[in-house]
Protein backbone atom coordinates (compact mmCIF):
# COMPACT_ATOMS: atom_id res chain seq x y z
CA UNK A 1 0.00 0.00 0.00
CA UNK A 2 1.28 3.34 -1.13
CA UNK A 3 2.61 5.62 2.00
CA UNK A 4 0.62 8.78 2.21
CA UNK A 5 2.67 11.90 0.71
CA UNK A 6 2.60 14.29 3.93
CA UNK A 7 4.83 16.23 2.38
CA UNK A 8 2.84 16.95 -0.63
CA UNK A 9 0.06 17.29 1.71
CA UNK A 10 1.93 20.37 3.58
CA UNK A 11 2.61 22.25 0.59
CA UNK A 12 -0.53 22.59 -0.73
CA UNK A 13 -1.57 23.23 2.63
CA UNK A 14 0.63 26.25 2.56
CA UNK A 15 -0.74 27.57 -0.88
CA UNK A 16 -3.94 27.80 0.71
CA UNK A 17 -5.16 26.18 -2.55
CA UNK A 18 -8.02 23.34 -3.16
CA UNK A 19 -7.22 20.09 -5.02
CA UNK A 20 -9.50 21.67 -7.36
CA UNK A 21 -7.26 25.07 -7.58
CA UNK A 22 -3.90 22.85 -7.24
CA UNK A 23 -5.03 20.92 -10.64
CA UNK A 24 -6.69 24.00 -12.73
CA UNK A 25 -3.19 25.89 -11.91
CA UNK A 26 -1.10 22.18 -12.98
CA UNK A 27 -2.97 22.29 -16.43
CA UNK A 28 -2.09 26.12 -16.67
CA UNK A 29 1.53 25.50 -16.16
CA UNK A 30 1.50 22.14 -18.50
CA UNK A 31 -0.02 24.55 -21.30
CA UNK A 32 2.53 26.86 -21.32
CA UNK A 33 5.37 24.52 -21.67
CA UNK A 34 3.39 22.45 -23.67
CA UNK A 35 2.73 19.03 -22.40
CA UNK A 36 -0.39 18.19 -24.21
CA UNK A 37 -0.80 15.17 -21.39
CA UNK A 38 -1.39 16.87 -19.03
CA UNK A 39 -4.04 19.17 -19.68
CA UNK A 40 -6.51 16.69 -18.50
CA UNK A 41 -5.37 16.87 -14.76
CA UNK A 42 -8.13 17.61 -12.07
CA UNK A 43 -8.91 17.36 -8.85
CA UNK A 44 -8.77 13.31 -8.72
CA UNK A 45 -5.33 13.17 -9.89
CA UNK A 46 -3.76 15.73 -7.03
CA UNK A 47 -5.68 13.54 -4.75
CA UNK A 48 -4.28 10.46 -5.59
CA UNK A 49 -0.93 12.12 -5.58
CA UNK A 50 -1.56 13.08 -2.42
CA UNK A 51 -2.20 9.30 -1.27
CA UNK A 52 0.80 8.24 -2.40
CA UNK A 53 0.68 7.19 -6.34
CA UNK A 54 3.51 9.06 -7.93
CA UNK A 55 3.11 11.07 -10.61
CA UNK A 56 3.84 9.77 -14.46
CA UNK A 57 6.06 11.02 -16.93
CA UNK A 58 6.83 15.08 -16.20
CA UNK A 59 4.17 15.94 -13.63
CA UNK A 60 6.39 15.93 -10.92
CA UNK A 61 8.23 18.66 -12.40
CA UNK A 62 5.23 20.65 -13.66
CA UNK A 63 3.77 19.74 -10.12
CA UNK A 64 6.49 21.35 -8.51
CA UNK A 65 7.17 24.03 -10.51
CA UNK A 66 2.91 25.01 -10.46
CA UNK A 67 3.85 24.75 -6.31
CA UNK A 68 6.98 27.21 -6.47
CA UNK A 69 5.55 30.20 -8.41
CA UNK A 70 2.43 29.99 -5.42
CA UNK A 71 4.78 29.94 -2.81
CA UNK A 72 7.10 32.59 -4.31
CA UNK A 73 10.01 30.10 -3.81
CA UNK A 74 12.20 27.39 -5.81
CA UNK A 75 10.61 23.68 -4.48
CA UNK A 76 12.86 20.30 -4.76
CA UNK A 77 10.93 17.34 -5.93
CA UNK A 78 12.03 15.80 -2.46
CA UNK A 79 10.25 19.02 -0.67
CA UNK A 80 7.11 17.81 -1.89
CA UNK A 81 7.66 13.52 -1.63
CA UNK A 82 8.55 12.99 -4.95
CA UNK A 83 12.38 12.61 -4.79
CA UNK A 84 13.70 9.80 -6.88
CA UNK A 85 17.48 10.35 -5.86
CA UNK A 86 19.61 12.28 -3.62
CA UNK A 87 19.91 15.15 -6.85
CA UNK A 88 16.22 15.91 -6.37
CA UNK A 89 16.59 16.55 -2.31
CA UNK A 90 19.17 19.39 -2.82
CA UNK A 91 17.77 22.55 -1.24
CA UNK A 92 21.08 24.82 -2.27
CA UNK A 93 19.26 27.51 -4.94
CA UNK A 94 21.61 28.42 -8.55
CA UNK A 95 22.73 31.23 -6.31
CA UNK A 96 24.91 28.96 -4.54
CA UNK A 97 25.86 26.43 -6.62
CA UNK A 98 29.68 26.85 -7.63
CA UNK A 99 29.90 29.22 -11.39
CA UNK A 100 32.28 27.40 -12.93
CA UNK A 101 30.75 24.11 -12.38
CA UNK A 102 27.32 25.45 -13.54
CA UNK A 103 29.40 27.05 -16.57
CA UNK A 104 30.41 23.36 -17.80
CA UNK A 105 27.30 21.70 -16.76
CA UNK A 106 24.90 24.27 -18.29
CA UNK A 107 26.19 23.98 -21.53
CA UNK A 108 26.88 20.37 -22.12
CA UNK A 109 22.90 20.02 -20.89
CA UNK A 110 21.60 22.67 -23.21
CA UNK A 111 23.26 20.75 -26.11
CA UNK A 112 21.83 17.29 -24.91
CA UNK A 113 18.43 18.75 -24.23
CA UNK A 114 18.59 20.18 -27.77
CA UNK A 115 18.53 16.48 -28.78
CA UNK A 116 16.19 15.42 -26.16
CA UNK A 117 13.34 18.18 -26.86
CA UNK A 118 11.45 16.85 -29.70
CA UNK A 119 10.62 13.95 -27.55
CA UNK A 120 10.15 15.44 -24.55
CA UNK A 121 8.61 18.80 -25.06
CA UNK A 122 10.02 21.89 -23.55
CA UNK A 123 10.68 22.91 -19.51
CA UNK A 124 8.47 24.90 -17.53
CA UNK A 125 9.57 28.31 -16.94
CA UNK A 126 10.54 28.68 -13.16
CA UNK A 127 9.13 31.76 -11.88
CA UNK A 128 10.43 30.42 -8.23
CA UNK A 129 13.75 30.16 -9.67
CA UNK A 130 13.58 34.29 -10.31
CA UNK A 131 13.77 34.84 -6.80
CA UNK A 132 16.99 37.25 -6.07
CA UNK A 133 19.92 36.78 -2.80
CA UNK A 134 19.92 39.03 -0.72
CA UNK A 135 22.39 42.20 -0.42
CA UNK A 136 24.85 39.87 1.45
CA UNK A 137 25.36 37.45 -1.57
CA UNK A 138 25.95 40.56 -4.13
CA UNK A 139 28.79 41.92 -1.76
CA UNK A 140 30.56 38.66 -1.30
CA UNK A 141 30.56 37.44 -4.60
CA UNK A 142 33.46 39.12 -6.30
CA UNK A 143 35.75 37.85 -3.30
CA UNK A 144 34.08 34.05 -4.02
CA UNK A 145 35.91 34.13 -7.26
CA UNK A 146 39.02 35.30 -6.39
CA UNK A 147 39.13 33.14 -3.68
CA UNK A 148 38.57 30.25 -6.43
CA UNK A 149 41.21 27.75 -7.12
CA UNK A 150 42.42 27.40 -11.04
CA UNK A 151 40.99 24.60 -12.45
CA UNK A 152 43.51 24.79 -15.29
CA UNK A 153 46.83 25.46 -15.22
CA UNK A 154 46.48 28.37 -18.66
CA UNK A 155 47.24 31.81 -17.93
CA UNK A 156 44.51 33.99 -18.62
CA UNK A 157 45.11 37.70 -20.15
CA UNK A 158 43.45 40.12 -22.64
CA UNK A 159 43.84 38.57 -25.76
CA UNK A 160 41.39 35.45 -24.30
CA UNK A 161 39.24 38.01 -23.21
CA UNK A 162 39.17 39.57 -26.47
CA UNK A 163 38.49 36.29 -28.41
CA UNK A 164 35.11 35.99 -25.59
CA UNK A 165 33.90 39.47 -26.90
CA UNK A 166 34.64 38.92 -30.78
CA UNK A 167 32.66 35.90 -30.80
CA UNK A 168 30.42 37.21 -28.39
CA UNK A 169 29.53 40.24 -30.91
CA UNK A 170 29.48 37.50 -34.16
CA UNK A 171 26.37 35.59 -32.12
CA UNK A 172 24.72 38.99 -31.02
CA UNK A 173 24.94 40.35 -34.53
CA UNK A 174 23.49 37.56 -35.93
CA UNK A 175 20.80 36.61 -33.23
CA UNK A 176 19.69 40.24 -34.56
CA UNK A 177 19.37 40.05 -38.06
CA UNK A 178 18.29 35.96 -38.76
CA UNK A 179 16.90 35.31 -34.85
CA UNK A 180 18.31 33.06 -31.87
CA UNK A 181 16.65 29.78 -33.46
CA UNK A 182 19.46 28.85 -35.68
CA UNK A 183 23.00 29.28 -34.03
CA UNK A 184 22.77 28.83 -30.54
CA UNK A 185 23.78 25.34 -29.85
CA UNK A 186 26.97 26.47 -31.69
CA UNK A 187 27.06 29.26 -29.09
CA UNK A 188 26.51 26.69 -26.41
CA UNK A 189 29.37 24.87 -28.01
CA UNK A 190 32.08 27.60 -27.37
CA UNK A 191 30.64 28.38 -23.92
CA UNK A 192 31.35 24.80 -22.84
CA UNK A 193 34.53 24.61 -25.26
CA UNK A 194 36.18 27.82 -24.26
CA UNK A 195 34.44 30.06 -21.96
CA UNK A 196 34.43 27.81 -18.96
CA UNK A 197 38.49 27.32 -19.28
CA UNK A 198 39.07 30.90 -19.64
CA UNK A 199 37.15 31.36 -16.28
CA UNK A 200 38.78 28.25 -14.75
CA UNK A 201 42.49 29.49 -15.39
CA UNK A 202 45.25 31.55 -13.54
CA UNK A 203 45.10 35.16 -13.99
CA UNK A 204 47.55 37.73 -13.89
CA UNK A 205 46.05 40.22 -12.10
CA UNK A 206 42.99 41.54 -10.84
CA UNK A 207 41.25 43.10 -13.28
CA UNK A 208 42.43 40.49 -15.73
CA UNK A 209 39.87 38.42 -14.03
CA UNK A 210 37.40 41.24 -13.28
CA UNK A 211 37.43 41.74 -17.68
CA UNK A 212 37.72 37.70 -18.22
CA UNK A 213 34.50 36.91 -16.23
CA UNK A 214 32.58 40.15 -17.57
CA UNK A 215 33.34 39.23 -21.13
CA UNK A 216 32.03 35.60 -20.08
CA UNK A 217 29.19 36.76 -18.61
CA UNK A 218 27.91 38.23 -22.08
CA UNK A 219 28.79 35.66 -24.16
CA UNK A 220 25.99 33.50 -21.46
CA UNK A 221 23.70 36.51 -21.63
CA UNK A 222 23.79 36.71 -25.24
CA UNK A 223 23.13 32.55 -25.06
CA UNK A 224 20.31 32.95 -22.85
CA UNK A 225 18.73 35.50 -25.04
CA UNK A 226 19.16 33.22 -28.15
CA UNK A 227 17.20 31.02 -26.00
CA UNK A 228 14.55 33.69 -24.94
CA UNK A 229 14.21 34.26 -28.74
CA UNK A 230 13.41 30.97 -29.64
CA UNK A 231 10.93 30.42 -26.95
CA UNK A 232 12.60 27.89 -25.07
CA UNK A 233 12.07 29.96 -21.65
CA UNK A 234 13.80 27.73 -18.80
CA UNK A 235 17.16 27.35 -20.69
CA UNK A 236 16.62 31.07 -21.44
CA UNK A 237 16.37 31.84 -17.78
CA UNK A 238 18.86 29.37 -16.20
CA UNK A 239 21.44 31.25 -19.06
CA UNK A 240 20.12 34.71 -17.57
CA UNK A 241 20.91 33.51 -14.28
CA UNK A 242 24.70 32.30 -14.65
CA UNK A 243 25.24 35.06 -16.61
CA UNK A 244 24.19 37.37 -13.52
CA UNK A 245 26.08 35.16 -10.88
CA UNK A 246 29.27 36.34 -13.56
CA UNK A 247 28.77 39.75 -13.61
CA UNK A 248 28.48 39.90 -9.68
CA UNK A 249 31.70 37.80 -9.61
CA UNK A 250 33.25 40.77 -11.84
CA UNK A 251 31.68 43.36 -9.61
CA UNK A 252 30.44 44.66 -12.94
CA UNK A 253 26.94 46.52 -11.99
CA UNK A 254 26.00 47.98 -15.15
CA UNK A 255 26.39 44.42 -16.89
CA UNK A 256 24.06 43.47 -13.88
CA UNK A 257 21.51 45.96 -14.37
CA UNK A 258 21.20 44.68 -18.36
CA UNK A 259 20.81 41.35 -17.57
CA UNK A 260 17.95 41.90 -14.77
CA UNK A 261 16.87 44.07 -17.49
CA UNK A 262 16.66 40.89 -19.72
CA UNK A 263 15.22 38.95 -17.71
CA UNK A 264 12.73 41.50 -16.83
CA UNK A 265 11.86 41.60 -20.15
CA UNK A 266 11.57 37.68 -20.53
CA UNK A 267 8.95 37.65 -16.85
CA UNK A 268 6.85 40.56 -18.59
CA UNK A 269 5.90 38.86 -22.05
CA UNK A 270 5.49 35.39 -20.36
CA UNK A 271 3.03 37.00 -18.16
CA UNK A 272 4.13 37.38 -14.66
CA UNK A 273 3.80 40.72 -13.75
CA UNK A 274 4.91 40.83 -9.84
CA UNK A 275 8.21 38.87 -11.05
CA UNK A 276 8.89 41.23 -13.83
CA UNK A 277 8.33 44.39 -12.01
CA UNK A 278 10.60 43.24 -9.33
CA UNK A 279 13.65 42.27 -11.68
CA UNK A 280 13.53 45.69 -13.45
CA UNK A 281 13.03 47.52 -9.91
CA UNK A 282 16.91 45.12 -9.41
CA UNK A 283 17.87 46.01 -12.54
CA UNK A 284 18.07 49.74 -11.42
CA UNK A 285 19.53 49.28 -7.78
CA UNK A 286 23.11 48.98 -6.06
CA UNK A 287 24.59 51.16 -8.40
CA UNK A 288 23.40 48.90 -11.72
CA UNK A 289 22.14 52.13 -13.17
CA UNK A 290 23.47 55.15 -11.60
CA UNK A 291 27.16 53.32 -13.12
CA UNK A 292 25.56 52.73 -16.35
CA UNK A 293 26.12 54.52 -19.67
CA UNK A 294 23.90 56.89 -20.41
CA UNK A 295 22.37 54.62 -23.43
CA UNK A 296 22.41 52.10 -21.25
CA UNK A 297 20.22 53.45 -18.70
CA UNK A 298 17.82 53.97 -21.54
CA UNK A 299 17.33 50.21 -21.84
CA UNK A 300 17.21 49.57 -18.59
CA UNK A 301 15.16 52.25 -18.10
CA UNK A 302 12.51 51.86 -20.43
CA UNK A 303 12.18 48.18 -19.54
CA UNK A 304 10.89 49.52 -16.37
CA UNK A 305 8.59 51.29 -17.39
CA UNK A 306 6.81 48.52 -19.01
CA UNK A 307 6.76 46.22 -16.14
CA UNK A 308 5.59 49.52 -14.52
CA UNK A 309 2.40 49.99 -16.63
CA UNK A 310 1.56 46.22 -17.21
CA UNK A 311 1.62 46.58 -12.91
CA UNK A 312 -0.90 49.53 -13.60
CA UNK A 313 1.42 52.27 -12.17
CA UNK A 314 0.60 54.34 -15.05
CA UNK A 315 2.49 57.65 -14.02
CA UNK A 316 5.27 56.14 -12.92
CA UNK A 317 5.26 54.61 -16.12
CA UNK A 318 4.82 57.34 -18.41
CA UNK A 319 7.83 59.42 -16.29
CA UNK A 320 10.45 55.83 -16.71
CA UNK A 321 9.90 56.77 -20.61
CA UNK A 322 10.32 60.60 -20.13
CA UNK A 323 13.63 59.24 -17.90
CA UNK A 324 14.43 56.46 -20.79
CA UNK A 325 14.18 59.47 -23.82
CA UNK A 326 16.11 62.04 -21.94
CA UNK A 327 19.15 59.09 -21.18
CA UNK A 328 18.99 58.10 -24.78
CA UNK A 329 19.58 61.52 -26.08
CA UNK A 330 22.26 61.75 -23.83
CA UNK A 331 24.36 59.55 -25.60
CA UNK A 332 26.93 60.92 -27.92
CA UNK A 333 28.72 59.56 -31.10
CA UNK A 334 32.22 58.51 -29.84
CA UNK A 335 31.53 58.14 -26.10
CA UNK A 336 32.90 55.01 -24.52
CA UNK A 337 30.04 52.21 -24.33
CA UNK A 338 30.06 48.59 -23.80
CA UNK A 339 29.58 46.57 -27.05
CA UNK A 340 26.23 44.79 -25.42
CA UNK A 341 24.10 48.12 -26.41
CA UNK A 342 25.23 48.85 -30.04
CA UNK A 343 21.82 47.83 -31.23
CA UNK A 344 19.63 49.95 -28.75
CA UNK A 345 18.95 52.86 -30.82
CA UNK A 346 15.79 55.35 -31.42
CA UNK A 347 14.10 52.62 -33.29
CA UNK A 348 14.61 50.30 -29.91
CA UNK A 349 13.34 52.64 -27.72
CA UNK A 350 9.95 54.06 -30.09
CA UNK A 351 9.56 50.05 -30.12
CA UNK A 352 9.66 49.60 -26.10
CA UNK A 353 7.80 52.81 -25.31
CA UNK A 354 5.16 51.83 -28.04
CA UNK A 355 4.83 48.19 -26.22
CA UNK A 356 4.27 50.51 -22.82
CA UNK A 357 1.93 52.79 -24.00
CA UNK A 358 -0.36 49.44 -25.23
CA UNK A 359 0.57 47.70 -21.78
CA UNK A 360 -1.79 51.04 -21.02
CA UNK A 361 -4.64 51.06 -23.11
CA UNK A 362 -2.86 54.06 -25.22
CA UNK A 363 -3.49 52.37 -28.65
CA UNK A 364 -3.21 55.39 -30.41
CA UNK A 365 0.07 56.45 -28.88
CA UNK A 366 1.09 52.64 -29.36
CA UNK A 367 0.80 52.77 -32.80
CA UNK A 368 2.15 55.97 -33.58
CA UNK A 369 5.67 54.85 -31.93
CA UNK A 370 5.64 51.56 -33.49
CA UNK A 371 5.65 53.75 -37.19
CA UNK A 372 7.97 55.52 -36.10
CA UNK A 373 10.23 52.71 -35.20
CA UNK A 374 9.67 50.72 -38.64
CA UNK A 375 10.61 54.09 -39.68
CA UNK A 376 13.67 54.36 -38.37
CA UNK A 377 15.21 50.77 -37.95
CA UNK A 378 17.78 49.68 -40.53
CA UNK A 379 16.03 46.33 -41.33
CA UNK A 380 18.92 44.84 -43.26
CA UNK A 381 20.87 44.69 -39.73
CA UNK A 382 17.75 44.27 -37.53
CA UNK A 383 15.14 41.48 -39.61
CA UNK A 384 14.12 39.88 -36.65
CA UNK A 385 12.97 42.71 -34.57
CA UNK A 386 11.79 44.44 -37.60
CA UNK A 387 9.64 41.49 -38.20
CA UNK A 388 8.16 41.54 -34.45
CA UNK A 389 7.44 45.23 -34.74
CA UNK A 390 5.71 44.97 -37.98
CA UNK A 391 3.78 42.04 -36.31
CA UNK A 392 2.72 44.21 -33.09
CA UNK A 393 2.06 46.99 -35.23
CA UNK A 394 -1.17 44.67 -36.92
CA UNK A 395 -2.19 43.35 -33.90
CA UNK A 396 -2.68 47.14 -32.68
CA UNK A 397 -4.43 48.07 -35.69
CA UNK A 398 -6.88 45.05 -35.67
CA UNK A 399 -7.82 45.73 -31.82
CA UNK A 400 -8.86 49.29 -33.31
CA UNK A 401 -10.89 47.45 -36.05
CA UNK A 402 -9.01 48.37 -38.93
CA UNK A 403 -7.90 44.92 -40.56
CA UNK A 404 -7.39 46.18 -43.80
CA UNK A 405 -4.39 48.39 -42.37
CA UNK A 406 -3.44 44.99 -40.06
CA UNK A 407 -3.29 43.27 -43.16
CA UNK A 408 -0.74 45.68 -44.87
CA UNK A 409 1.60 45.47 -41.62
CA UNK A 410 1.49 42.06 -40.87
CA UNK A 411 2.47 41.54 -44.96
CA UNK A 412 5.60 43.59 -44.24
CA UNK A 413 5.84 41.72 -41.55
CA UNK A 414 5.80 38.63 -42.86
CA UNK A 415 8.14 40.03 -45.57
CA UNK A 416 10.84 40.74 -43.14
CA UNK A 417 10.47 36.98 -42.11
CA UNK A 418 12.16 35.98 -44.95
CA UNK A 419 15.26 34.32 -43.07
CA UNK A 420 14.43 34.85 -39.71
CA UNK A 421 14.12 31.87 -37.51
CA UNK A 422 12.75 33.43 -34.07
CA UNK A 423 10.02 32.29 -31.64
CA UNK A 424 9.09 35.97 -31.46
CA UNK A 425 8.53 36.21 -34.66
CA UNK A 426 6.40 32.97 -34.79
CA UNK A 427 4.25 33.97 -32.37
CA UNK A 428 3.97 36.85 -34.42
CA UNK A 429 2.53 34.71 -36.42
CA UNK A 430 0.08 32.87 -34.67
CA UNK A 431 -1.84 36.22 -34.15
CA UNK A 432 -2.19 36.52 -37.11
CA UNK A 433 -3.94 33.63 -37.92
CA UNK A 434 -6.01 33.75 -34.46
CA UNK A 435 -6.88 37.61 -35.37
CA UNK A 436 -7.97 36.48 -38.71
CA UNK A 437 -9.68 32.84 -37.97
CA UNK A 438 -13.25 34.82 -37.91
CA UNK A 439 -12.88 36.28 -41.96
CA UNK A 440 -11.56 32.96 -43.59
CA UNK A 441 -15.38 32.45 -44.81
CA UNK A 442 -15.40 36.44 -45.95
CA UNK A 443 -13.73 36.32 -49.05
CA UNK A 444 -11.72 39.44 -48.25
CA UNK A 445 -8.34 39.01 -50.40
CA UNK A 446 -6.10 40.76 -48.45
CA UNK A 447 -7.13 38.85 -44.94
CA UNK A 448 -6.92 35.29 -46.53
CA UNK A 449 -3.10 36.24 -48.34
CA UNK A 450 -1.95 37.37 -44.65
CA UNK A 451 -3.94 33.89 -43.28
CA UNK A 452 -1.99 31.85 -46.06
CA UNK A 453 1.31 33.45 -45.63
CA UNK A 454 1.10 32.99 -42.10
CA UNK A 455 0.46 28.82 -41.95
CA UNK A 456 3.35 28.65 -44.27
CA UNK A 457 5.90 30.55 -41.89
CA UNK A 458 4.39 27.92 -38.99
CA UNK A 459 5.15 25.04 -41.05
CA UNK A 460 8.58 26.66 -41.63
CA UNK A 461 9.94 27.54 -38.12
CA UNK A 462 9.79 25.20 -35.18
Avoid at 39 to 66: C, Q
Avoid at 283 to 288: G, P
Avoid at 383 to 389: E, N, S, Y
Avoid at 446 to 456: K, L, M, Y
Wanted: aromatic share 6%; proline share 3%; glycine share 8%.
Amino acid sequence: MARRNDELAAVISETGWSQPVVAAAVVRVAAEAGIEELLTVKRSHIAMWVAGTRPRGRAADILRETLSRRLGRPLTLGEIGLAVDLSDTVTGSEWDTDTLTTLVDLGRNSMDRERRRLLTGAAAYSVGGLALPRDPWWDEAPHRARSRKAALNRRVGESEVRAVREMTEFFARRDQRHGGVDGRTALYQYIVDDVAKYVGGVFSSENSRRSLYSAAAEAVYTAGWMSFDASHHEPARRYFTLALKLAAEADDTPLAGHILRAMAHQAIDLGHTKAGLDLATASVERKRYTHATSRERALIGIVRARALAVDGQRGSAIAAISQAETDLAGAAPGDSEPHRVWFFQEASLAHETARTLWALGDRDGALRHFRSSVRLRRADSFGRTHAVTLGYMGAVQAEQGNIDAACRAWSRALDAMDGVQSGRAREAAVTMRTVLSPFRNRRLPAASEVDERARVVLQRVP
